[in-house]
């Protein structure tokens, strides 16, 4: 009688395995099925597909997906720029032949496929990559936590997000990045424009005739130049500007290790506006006759430069908590 039980019983849960690995091979071979209707291989799913087969529990695949607003109506810029990343790394991987014995779905779950869900969970700074990894069988990972994968400059890249996923599942991934003829075209153009205006000034301009006061300009637009991020702009392609899922434009990035290319623009005027008055109380106040004027005059450049100043101190403490210095804003 007891070996019947046992024998039951292990029939029972041979029974449950087989059921249960049937079912997540047709969660598998579903979702593969979505992104190979893409030409880049990233599935493009909804709130059902979304709840039945990526954040199920037990499965033996892991899925990169991004929440996005790709619709004319929401007008996210930084939407679009993560999406045509994230295809490069899909589009990479579905050409890609040694796999490394993983199985990785891309996809895309898009606000007007799931509002309700986006409203539930309380999503509303989009672009977002979430990653939901395999948690059973020899894929699993040892933290097979879903996660959010931080969106920097870096990662915004097609080869940095391909590096960041290809570490965290163990196998080498290689995004497929198109050729931008374009970019390369404007460069040449930038290039040689330089080099000719370089060439006339050399030619008809005698540059000791410029005066002091143009190669001051010079300077500090240089120095505001390099201080401000252009550089690391122009390393890095970091998105213009960000933007909620209601479509409100964020300035600046929550965090010090990533910056949208609109910081260096508002950082380099309030620096400008600081040498400018710093310029102005020094060399041309002074000069002055009318008391009364010189007094104004210094009053509101004094008031401009501390203002300025605070501001910019502010945008350092919404940068980085921990920043010690505070003059009048928060």
């Known amino acids: 009688m007891k070996a019947s039980l046992t024998f039951r019983t292990l029939v029972l849960f041979t029974v ?3 059921v249960s ?16 209707k893409d030409s880049d291989g990233l599935a493009k799913l909804d709130i059902d597909i979304f709840m039945k087969h990526v954040v199920k529990e037990n499965k033996a695949y892991s899925v990169v997906l991004q929440l996005t607003a790709l619709s004319p109506n929401y007008k996210c810029g930084p939407c679009k720029a993560i999406d045509r990343t994230l295809r490069s790394v899909a589009h990479g991987w579905k050409k890609q032949a040694d796999k490394g014995g993983r ?17 539930q969970m309380k999503i509303d700074n989009i672009p977002r990559i979430m990653i939901f990894p395999a ?10 936590s879903p996660r959010e994968m931080g969106l920097n400059a870096q990662t915004s890249s097609p ?3 391909a590096k960041k996923l290809g570490d965290l599942f163990g196998v080498q991934i290689q995004a497929d990045m198109p050729t931008d003829y374009f970019k390369y075209l404007t460069n040449f153009v930038t290039a040689a424009a330089a080099i000719g205006a370089v060439f006339i000034v050399y030619r008809h301009v005698d540059l000791r005739m410029l005066g002091r006061n143009v190669w001051s300009i010079a300077t500090i637009l240089f ?6 991020g252009f550089m690391w702009n122009r390393i890095n392609s970091p998105p213009y500007m960000g933007q909620t899922r209601s479509g409100d434009v964020i300035l600046f990035a ?3 290790s990533q910056q949208y290319a609109v910081e260096t623009q508002i950082v380099a005027v309030t620096y400008a506006i600081c040498s400018l008055c710093v310029v102005a109380l020094v060399r041309h106040v002074p000069r002055i006759a009318n008391t009364d004027q010189r007094n104004f005059v210094t ?4 008031a401009a430069l501390v203002l300025t100043f605070s501001y910019l101190n502010s945008v350092f403490r919404m940068k980085i908590p921990a920043y010690p210095y505070k003059l009048l804003l928060p």
């Open 299 to 302: 009053f509101m450049f004094v």
């Open 223 to 228: 120095v505001l130049l390099m201080t401000s």
């Open 103 to 119: 199985d990785i779905v891309f996809g895309s779950l898009d606000v007007e496929d799931a509002e309700e869900l986006f409203q």
């Open 159 to 161: 080869a940095g997000m």
């Open 16 to 18: 449950l395995s087989l």
């Open 254 to 256: 929550p965090t010090n």
């Open 21 to 36: 690995f049937l079912g997540h091979a047709q969660s598998l071979k579903t979702l593969q099925k979505l992104a190979s």
């Open 135 to 144: 948690d059973k069988g020899p894929q699993a990972l040892q933290n097979p």
